[in-house]
């Protein structure tokens, strides 16, 4: 429907009828605002802020990388400005020394398949072998109240406290695909603390969920046991771009289930079309009780690293991500736009 004045005529009537103290106050907040977008224009790379943010990002300071989240995080125009000149010059130094880089594994699967268990068994393995991890949890916003129980920290005890770690719950305020609107700044922040390895882990999503897969380098669909047969595995979706298969909860009375379990998707994974030239998807069973399939996948991820990387197939993943994530943001500021 194309506008024109007669579509606004009901909103200037009952502006009209507003009283003159509702009048100063709804001018008063449009100068408020035009002053707010003023003043975040006039924020740059100079600003104290920014500069304290980046170099104690680089010093591996925990609580300057908690702030600086919080700023790309936040819808104030002025923090969200400083947070998006903080990714930028986070960005600009690491594109000088790929060696800064952190192996990005993103993790999903349904709700209950056990992905925080998991992770907090998974983490503990790695720091116990000096290496520094972060974890990204989102953490789904209720439709009605826009809030966010955030509480992926209880199910991580001893990850929580390890010094080697860092856990950051975010809520996804909305965001389709299992991830929020700024988790690939947040990815980045934690690169440039020096984070060897960075955890993405997604709500519990279905199979059209899958937007983080643009955003790391290696792809882990987690599955509880009895989720499902061999067509359930042959659907379209998210099951043609993970890299790794992990049938979970295989203890106990349920490892019957997960063996067959296995044997779906190892059989559902040989119909689908290659995505990599010298990758082909695994499938694993693991416990979140025993700390010997931590091992067993990090064998596993090690591999799929070094094979990618070997053939290039790794950093043109990341190029094409990089254009995905620009329209990801453009995207996201018409809808901003558009949603005032």
Not at 229 to 242: A, H, P, S, T, Y
Not at 263 to 275: G, H, M, N, V
Request: charged letters at 25%; hydrophobic letters at 35%.
């Amino acid at each position: 429907m194309a506008l024109s004045f007669h579509n606004f005529r009901p909103l200037l009537k009952s502006f009209a009828c507003c009283t003159r103290r509702r009048r100063l106050r709804l001018f008063g907040a449009m100068r408020s605002a035009s002053g707010i977008a003023r003043r975040s224009e006039d924020v740059d790379e100079g600003d104290p802020i920014v500069r304290r943010m980046v170099d104690g990002i680089f010093d591996r300071q925990t609580s300057r990388l908690a702030e600086a989240i919080t700023l790309v995080e936040s819808s104030h125009p002025v923090k969200r400005k400083r947070g998006q000149l903080i990714a930028s010059a986070i960005s600009s130094r690491l594109k000088r020394d790929e060696k800064m880089r952190s192996f990005r594994i993103g993790l999903t699967g349904p709700p209950g398949a056990g992905k925080s268990t998991f992770i907090e068994m998974f983490g503990s393995f790695l720091s116990a072998r000096g290496q520094r991890l972060a974890v990204l949890a989102v953490d789904p916003s209720s439709s009605t109240t826009g809030g966010s129980l955030l509480g992926d920290r209880t199910r991580m005890p001893q990850l929580s406290r390890d010094p080697n770690a860092y856990i950051r719950p975010s809520p996804s305020s909305g965001t389709l695909g299992g991830v929020t609107r700024c988790t690939s700044e947040t990815i980045l922040l934690c690169e440039g603390a020096g984070y060897d390895v960075v955890l993405v882990e997604t709500v519990g999503v279905g199979q059209s969920e899958f937007i983080v897969s643009d955003m790391v380098d290696m792809f882990i669909l987690i599955v509880p046991p009895a989720s499902g047969d061999e067509l359930q595995g042959l659907k379209r979706g998210v099951i043609e771009l993970i890299d790794l298969v992990l049938v979970n909860k295989a203890d106990g009375d349920l490892m019957p289930a997960a063996r067959r379990m296995k044997a779906e998707y190892t059989s559902a994974l040989k119909l689908l079309r290659k995505r990599s030239s010298v990758w082909h998807p695994e499938v694993l069973m693991v416990s979140s009780l025993d700390s010997k399939y931590g091992d067993e996948v990090w064998k596993v991820a090690r591999d799929f690293k070094k094979k990618m990387e070997e053939s290039g197939e790794l950093y043109l993943k990341r190029s094409d991500q990089q254009k995905a994530c620009m329209w990801n943001y453009i995207r996201n500021d018409i809808m901003t736009s558009y949603s005032k």
